[in-house]
């Protein structure tokens, strides 16, 4: 079977960092993508890691870790429009990509 | 420029009907995908598209109906044998699997 678990909830400081765990179990796994979601808007792509390690990209990264079936997304220098809703995205051998239902950012001020 | 369109963007659908959702993209990407989003959930794959002429069920297929005649259109109908229809549709495209390119979305409503 798959499965995908990653945090409902995270809530950090406007300038502070923020982790985004991802803890996944597919078959014929290919890589790791990052989506980010606004209230009521489409979500968009931020990441994709296909290897172990760390992507930058800007402000965020994304790290993949295949022996332990595990990612995470990390946020630097919060901005309030960092506020919506993140996915991780695995993707099998079956070229299909997996949401989960994702974790909503909070962004205090 | 390029980018994937969804209409309409808001859609009323009496109990028993069937609706058509459509899906254009001009982005010359091979694969489509319609998702389904509830509220405060993730989502989830009803039928993807790969190349003209061919589709799979996704994970929640019943109900729904697509079809693939061009390259550019992937419509997608919500038949009246779909019992909670009422929800978020996201239609999206993709070159290679690494990143898809999401439309803005309908959200329809049975009244």
């Known amino acids: 079977g798959q499965s995908l678990e990653q945090p409902s909830e995270v809530t950090a400081v406007e300038g502070a960092i923020v982790q985004i765990n991802c803890t996944y179990q597919t078959s014929g796994f290919y890589g790791l993508s990052w989506y980010q979601q606004h209230d009521g808007g489409a979500p968009t792509f931020l990441s994709y890691?296909?290897?172990?390690g760390l992507e930058e990209t800007g402000r965020f990264s994304s790290f993949l870790s295949r022996s332990d079936s595990y990612g995470y997304l990390l946020l630097q220098e919060l901005q309030m429009k960092d506020s919506a809703s993140y996915f991780c995205?695995?993707?099998?051998?079956?070229?299909?990509?997996?949401f989960g239902k994702g974790t909503r950012l909070h962004i205090l001020p | 420029d390029g980018g994937i369109t969804q209409s309409p963007k808001y859609l009323f659908r009496k109990e028993g009907q069937n609706v058509t959702l459509s899906c254009e993209q001009n982005l010359n990407h091979d694969a489509m995908y319609w998702y389904r989003q509830d509220p405060g959930q993730g989502l989830r794959l009803i039928y993807y598209?790969?190349?003209?002429?061919?589709?799979q069920k996704g994970d929640i297929a019943e109900g729904y109906s697509v079809s693939r005649e061009k390259k550019e259109s992937f419509p997608l109908t919500v038949t009246s044998a779909q019992k909670n229809p009422t929800a978020f549709y996201l239609c999206?495209?993709?070159?290679?699997?690494?990143?898809?390119?999401f439309g803005s979305g309908t959200r329809l409503t049975v009244v």
């Open positions: 890691n296909g290897l172990d």
């Open positions: 598209s790969q190349i003209v002429n061919d589709f």
């Open positions: 995205a695995p993707l099998n051998r079956d070229d299909k990509i997996i």
């Open positions: 999206a495209s993709s070159m290679s699997v690494v990143g898809y390119t």
